[in-house]
């Protein structure tokens, strides 16, 4: 099983968010500058684990939380 064959499962996954965006009027740019703010964080995160190798633990999280968003 690849990325591309849980894809649309996971995508269906997301319409329980997708939709109260919608109704919201939420813009797509909130979505990526969302997405862009977890990019930098995740960098910074892994820069900081230098010195607090725990930080670490917060990488998949932010990760799937990315993915989620890019999905959108």
């Not at 591309?4 to 997301?14: C, D, N």
């Not at 319409?15 to 960098?43: F, K, N, Y």
């Not at 990488?59 to 799937?64: A, H």
């Amino acid at each position: 099983m690849n990325l591309y064959a849980i894809k649309p499962k996971f995508q269906q996954a997301l319409r329980i968010i997708e939709r109260p965006l919608v109704r919201r009027r939420v813009h797509p740019d909130v979505l990526t500058l969302s997405a862009l703010a977890l990019s930098i964080l995740g960098g910074a995160a892994i820069a900081a684990s230098r010195w607090w190798p725990w930080l670490l633990l917060s990488i998949p999280v932010i990760v799937f939380l990315r993915l989620a968003l890019n999905a959108l």
